[in-house]
């Protein structure tokens, strides 16, 4: 027996058939997409971890932050004890910067703490401060068009990245 935590927003969203027979390591983290090689080495890629909802958010960003000349690798975290810090290690080796996008708060939250260990474990592997896209400290609005201006979506993702390419921190 299992339980399964989901946000509603992602059972509204999916569809389709479950392959019941395959399952998936909780903790290990997956890379949904990797940066193009040439983005890599020119500098312009950037290591972008989330989970959850943030993961569509992050897929539908990438062709926004290829058109920008940029490129990301996203990681989604299935699972946040343990964290899977050697696939992060891995990503950050390559892009050298990373961000962090999450829809817990700024104080407290996911992001701050994922943003801790990496500056503890991995500060070598990064050549700009960690851009945390995460929500202010107040209460997420029940009113869907108000919490679109709280939570942080994926043109904040592609804000961010150009943000961190470009020096702008």
Known sequence: PCFLFCPVKMMKESKGKVDLDNCMPLNKAAVIHEADDNCVKTGNAVTVLTYLHGVKE??????????EGFDVDVIELRALKPLDMDTIAESLSRTNKLCILDESTKSGGVGATISARISEELFDLLDAPVKRLCMDDAPVPYAETMEKGVVKRGEDLVQGVFDLCTKKW
Do not use: L, V, Y
């Open 58 to 67: 992050a897929q539908n960003s990438i062709a926004a932050i290829q058109e």
